[in-house]
């Protein structure tokens, strides 16, 4: 009997797909997420759009707050790290949450380096905004992607650009004559042995959803239509006028993602969706995509 | 044979490529109008309760158990294996509610303890066929009309059949050994004795 091995780590991944992981940060909002259809749930202290607001230092959720979502629902519970604080990672693992988000909405740790997740038994999912950034990151042993967007925006401009960005570089490959692939491997950073395999097989080795400005039904169809095999709702349920009627909403658009009079059944009498910021308003300093490396 | 796939939710696509490779008309199945003209059905892996919610809200629970009670062959695993079961240990969870046994959901922990096992499968020949666990359920009881078809090294069962039924709690479909897909394939065209 083996455990933590590759097969496990990015099966959990494949079990997800299809799926509506939904930031909580309380036990109550765990159980709405759970009985509205989430395939999983995010532990957080503050949702992003909170963190965006207060400023300040973002870190781990307080173990307590882990500890009592973990309690009320039978999904799996995923919690997020600063980038690189791979202590922060161990105390993830010990307190049994089944995935680790390394995430550029917390404050980064290290400026340089992430986390190396083989280190881990625990799965990691990692943000990316490219192919070559959602390369580095498997190679130190990311089990699932996601595409970065911007998170807390409810903004979904930057979701698509990472999507269309991962989606176009592939294709890219797959029609590459085989003497440019050192090169193009070296332009986009990331390592030869992946970048083969991307041509090969036409897509990720792992699971990629998309996340950070999902705010509407119509905004996780249109994700999963441009190819993501899932997506990672966080503001955009618990800021909005009714979070039940919306993360039902979400979940039934992002199963039914090809049909449009299910998304147009589902996208009636939700009430208001979460405040959008636009993207050319926040400071450059103040973007959470760029964190990461 | 027209093989219909769950596609609420969970890994369904990777069941498509195995069906297509042992010769199947694979049809994904989101609503009940997909379920018209099927010889099997397959559950694949996934969230139960993401999956139970939709079956409901699409009105496809009942259509399903109709059918499945009548003679449509069903495989399910992992969260397939939950939905198929009768009763569920220390949750309110009820959905086909079809096979005679009751199963407990994550009755390993959380994912920290998935783990690969090789199991022995006397159906399935003498060769072991390598389990893949993920955040897994088991078997706790069953009545004797299940077969049990597979146990880990403490005992517990991870694998069982009744009549045009198959449950797993393992994932076949993320490795490359075919013969539990082919062994239901053979099963939902009537092939080996039903037990």
């Given at each position: 009997m083996e455990k933590g091995t590759w097969t496990v780590k990015t099966g959990l991944a494949q079990m997800l797909k299809g799926g509506v992981i939904m930031d909580v940060v309380t036990a109550e909002h765990a159980k709405i997420a759970e009985d509205a259809g989430a395939c999983a749930v995010m532990a957080l202290e503050r949702v992003p759009a909170d963190i965006r607001a207060a400023g300040g230092v973002a870190r781990m959720a307080d173990p307590d707050v882990i500890l009592a979502i973990k309690a009320v629902v039978s999904?799996?519970?995923?919690?997020?790290?600063?980038?690189?604080?791979?202590?922060?990672?161990?105390?993830?693992?010990?307190?049994?949450?089944?995935?680790?988000?390394?995430?550029?909405?917390?404050?980064?740790?290290?400026?340089?380096?992430?986390?190396?997740?083989?280190?881990?038994?625990?799965?990691?999912?990692?943000?990316?905004?490219?192919?070559?950034?959602?390369?580095?990151?498997?190679?130190?042993?990311a089990a699932m992607i996601r595409t970065k967007g911007e998170a807390g925006t409810g903004n979904i401009v930057e979701a698509v650009r990472h999507m269309r960005a991962v989606m176009g570089e592939i294709h890219k490959l797959a029609n590459m004559p085989e003497e440019e692939l050192m090169a193009?491997?070296?332009?986009?950073?990331?390592?030869?042995?992946?970048?083969?395999?991307?041509?090969?097989?036409?897509?990720?080795?792992?699971?990629?959803?998309?996340a950070g400005g999902i705010a509407t039904p119509a905004d996780a169809a249109l994700m999963m239509q441009l190819g993501s095999d899932g997506?990672?709702?966080?503001?955009?349920?618990?800021?909005?006028?009714?979070?039940?009627?919306?993360?039902?909403?979400?979940?039934?658009?992002?199963?039914?993602?090809?049909?449009?009079?299910?998304?147009?059944?589902?996208?009636?009498?939700?009430?208001?969706?979460?405040?959008?910021?636009?993207?050319?308003?926040?400071?450059?300093e103040e973007l959470l995509a760029t964190r990461g490396w | 044979m027209r093989i219909g796939i769950l596609a609420l939710q969970g890994a369904f696509v990777e069941h498509l490529g195995i069906l297509e490779r042992l010769g199947a008309e694979p049809v994904l199945v989101r609503l009940p109008v997909e379920l018209e003209g099927l010889d099997g059905l397959i559950i694949p892996g996934g969230e139960s309760?993401?999956?139970?919610?939709?079956?409901?809200?699409?009105?496809?629970?009942?259509?399903?158990?109709?059918?499945?009670?009548?003679?449509?062959?069903?495989?399910?695993?992992?969260?397939?294996?939950?939905?198929?079961?009768?009763?569920?240990?220390?949750?309110?969870?009820?959905?086909?509610?079809?096979?005679?046994?009751?199963?407990?959901r994550n009755a390993f922990?959380?994912?920290?303890?998935?783990?690969?096992?090789?199991?022995?499968i006397p159906a399935l020949g003498e060769?072991?066929?390598?389990?893949?666990?993920?955040?897994?359920?088991v078997i706790e009881a069953a009545n004797s009309t299940v077969e049990l078809l597979a146990r880990l090294d403490d005992g517990r069962a991870v694998a069982a059949r009744q009549g045009r039924l198959l449950a797993a709690a393992f994932h076949p479909e993320l490795g490359s050994d075919l013969r539990l897909h082919r062994y239901f394939l053979d099963m939902a065209s009537g092939g080996p004795p039903v037990a």
């Open positions: 999904i799996p519970v995923m919690a997020k790290c600063r980038i690189g604080h791979f202590v922060e990672a161990q105390v993830l693992e010990a307190l049994g949450v089944d995935f680790i988000d390394e995430s550029e909405v917390l404050t980064p740790a290290d400026e340089s380096h992430h986390v190396w997740k083989h280190d881990f038994k625990v799965p990691f999912v990692c943000g990316c905004r490219d192919l070559g950034e959602a390369l580095r990151r498997i190679a130190e042993g193009e491997s070296k332009a986009i950073g990331a390592p030869l042995e992946l970048v083969l395999d991307v041509r090969r097989t036409g897509k990720l080795p792992v699971v990629n959803f998309a997506v990672f709702v966080g503001s955009g349920i618990f800021k909005s006028s009714d979070p039940s009627a919306r993360a039902k909403a979400i979940v039934k658009a992002t199963t039914h993602h090809r049909d449009a009079r299910i998304i147009a059944e589902v996208s009636r009498g939700l009430r208001a969706a979460m405040p959008g910021l636009d993207i050319k308003a926040i400071p450059k | 309760t993401t999956m139970i919610r939709l079956m409901l809200e699409y009105e496809l629970l009942q259509p399903l158990k109709d059918r499945a009670e009548a003679s449509l062959p069903v495989m399910g695993v992992c969260a397939g294996m939950i939905l198929l079961a009768k009763r569920v240990a220390d949750s309110p969870l009820q959905s086909l509610g079809l096979m005679d046994m009751t199963v407990r922990g959380s994912q920290v303890d998935s783990f690969e096992a090789d199991l022995d060769t072991p066929f390598h389990g893949v666990f993920i955040r897994a359920p």
